[in-house]
């Protein structure tokens, strides 16, 4: 069989035509490795006795096969007795293993070797794409020091989220902005409590031409302020702004307006607090 068209409708009476390898590939092209998806408890680890680990929900890519403890459940790992005087690893794995026609996609512990020093147990790194059995992504790893668990290791990573890089893409766009718009040294400058609290008018302040504005957030607790962004507005048509609302005093929704139209410049949610105002 070559090309497999997935996105499409077959006729009832046909066999399914999409499988859990299909869903794999792509899931695998996307996230790029094994991981745990940024959702739930992140497959957390507890301590529960010297003898067993609790794993809280959470979901596991493995190979591109997703695995999950649903919201609230939880999978207890049992861990053998420890050697008194030695030391050694287990590895709490996801194990996905195929036999070409059907898998299993467990929660394992893989039981390292005592010692006098702890080493990691072997692990199958097999390649699922390209036709291996077996794939094991560890993601804990449980220390025993004599009879006692003493220390449980994380060893995966958290995948990024959509939002995540939407919003440090955000944050790099404020950066620029900043470092474009930084210079107000010689424009006009107000703080919110000059202006009237009801209508935000500038003429109520003595400003009676306003073609450009800055609103300076900042963000922060008093002792640690720092400028979050720098909002520039500029009036189009040569219009006048002659105020700007922000519905809860100084956090909220910042709108901006014309004198003459009445029409409204910008509509901005205020992700931080407006503290200054510099216009011209």
């Known amino acids: 069989m070559a090309f497999k068209g997935l996105t ?5 009476e046909m066999a399914a035509h999409i499988l859990a390898e299909d869903d794999a590939a792509i899931y695998e092209a996307l996230l790029g490795d094994d991981r745990v998806l940024d959702i739930g408890n992140k497959l957390a680890a507890t301590v529960i006795t ?33 050697v008194s005087g030695k030391k050694r690893n287990d590895l709490i794995c996801a194990r996905f293993i195929t036999n070409g026609d059907t898998d299993t996609y467990n929660l394992v512990v893989v039981k390292g070797a005592a010692g006098t020093t702890a080493t990691d147990p072997s692990v199958v790194k097999g390649n699922l794409y390209a036709g291996d059995k077996q794939r094991d992504f560890p993601l804990w790893r449980v220390c025993l020091d004599g009879l006692s668990i003493t220390k449980v290791q994380q060893m995966f990573s958290v995948s990024k989220t959509n ?80 105020g700007y609302y922000v519905g809860n005093s100084i956090s909220g929704q910042l709108k901006v307006y014309y004198s003459k139209s009445g029409k409204i410049v910008d509509i901005y949610t205020l992700p931080a607090v407006l503290k200054q105002i510099c216009y011209r």
Do not use: C
């Open 50 to 82: 010297n003898n067993s680990v609790r794993i809280s929900d959470g979901v596991a890519v493995v190979g591109g096969h997703v695995g999950r403890i649903k919201k609230g459940d939880y999978q207890d790992m049992t861990i053998e007795n420890g």
């Open 8 to 12: 499409l409708n077959t006729p009832p």
């Open 163 to 242: 939002k995540y890089f939407s919003d440090q893409l955000d944050q790099l766009n404020r950066n620029i902005q900043n470092m474009a718009f930084k210079d107000y040294s010689a424009w006009g400058n107000l703080s919110p409590g000059d202006l009237n609290t009801t209508t935000r008018r500038f003429q109520n302040s003595g400003v009676s031409s306003v073609r450009e504005l800055v609103f300076v957030l900042y963000q922060g607790d008093s002792g640690g302020e720092s400028v979050y962004e720098y909002v520039h507005i500029s009036t189009p048509y040569g219009e006048l702004a002659d």
